[in-house]
């Protein structure tokens, strides 16, 4: 069984600090994607990024980063320079991808209980 | 591109009726997966649909069922309601090539 830990339940940062949301997974798959969404108050999960298990390259996006370490099965993400805007709930998750019955797979995706990250001004 | 879609985006039902909710992938996606998020237990799959064939199922029980139409559109049907069965219901697309799910706003459903 898959599973992902975010350790930080909630985390307050001034405006313009920078802030790190941890991600640990756990699976016995060496095939696995890892996801990062973003939850605003709406409540309509907005993705992120997408990082195959093969790949551990990092990835910078703007203001946002990601550290993907298979050796401690950690995928975390940083905001630079926190914004008001990016007030939300950030979910890690984890899916096998493509494999299964029917030969097409299934794309379940299984979340940490995520980090409500609260920037203030 | 439109985006994923859901109907009714809020509902409130008493406890021993069924409730139907709909969703409608964004256009060309085929695979459609259901995700009823709680405070205390979270995000937790429900099932997915491709084709029109349920390929993967969470440990939900049988009073959560769904189904999936020829031109990709989802509904999930719950019945004998639940107080617990109280939550935000999301529905996901996916092209089915690619691996990223989008989410639609969800519905959030009220039993009392």
């Known amino acids: 069984a898959q599973k992902v830990t975010q350790a930080q339940t909630e985390i307050s940062v001034v405006e313009k600090e920078d802030v790190t949301l941890d991600c640990v997974y756990e699976?016995?798959?060496?095939?696995?994607?890892l996801f990062w969404y973003k939850q605003p108050p709406s409540g309509e999960l907005v993705f992120l990024i997408r990082?195959?298990?093969?790949?551990?390259q990092n990835e910078i996006s703007g203001r946002y980063s990601w550290n993907f370490q298979k050796s401690t099965s950690s995928f975390n993400f940083t905001i630079t320079a926190s914004q008001v805007v990016d007030s939300a709930v950030y979910f890690c998750?984890?899916?096998?991808?493509?494999?299964?019955?029917?030969?097409?797979?299934?794309?379940?995706?299984?979340f940490g209980k995520g980090t409500k990250l609260s920037v203030i001004p | 591109k439109a985006g994923v879609t859901q109907t009714p985006r809020y509902l409130i039902k008493t406890r021993g009726q069924q409730v139907t909710l709909s969703c409608s992938p964004i256009?060309?996606?085929?695979?459609v997966s259901w995700y009823q998020q709680t405070p205390g237990q979270g995000l937790q799959f429900l099932f997915e649909?491709?084709?029109?064939?349920?390929?993967n199922k969470g440990n939900f029980p049988g009073r959560f069922s769904g189904r999936q139409f020829s031109n990709s559109r989802s509904e999930m049907n719950v019945s004998t309601l639940e107080l617990g069965d109280s939550a935000l219901y999301l529905c996901?697309?996916?092209?089915?090539?690619?691996?990223?799910?989008?989410f639609g706003p969800g519905t959030r459903l009220t039993v009392t």
């Open positions: 699976t016995r798959d060496t095939t696995y994607y």
């Open positions: 996901a697309s996916s092209s089915g090539t690619g691996y990223e799910q989008y």
């Open positions: 649909y491709f084709s029109e064939t349920q390929r």
């Open positions: 256009s060309g996606h085929r695979s």
């Open positions: 998750a984890l899916s096998l991808g493509p494999r299964g019955y029917s030969g097409a797979g299934s794309y379940q995706l299984t």
């Open positions: 990082r195959n298990s093969f790949d551990e």
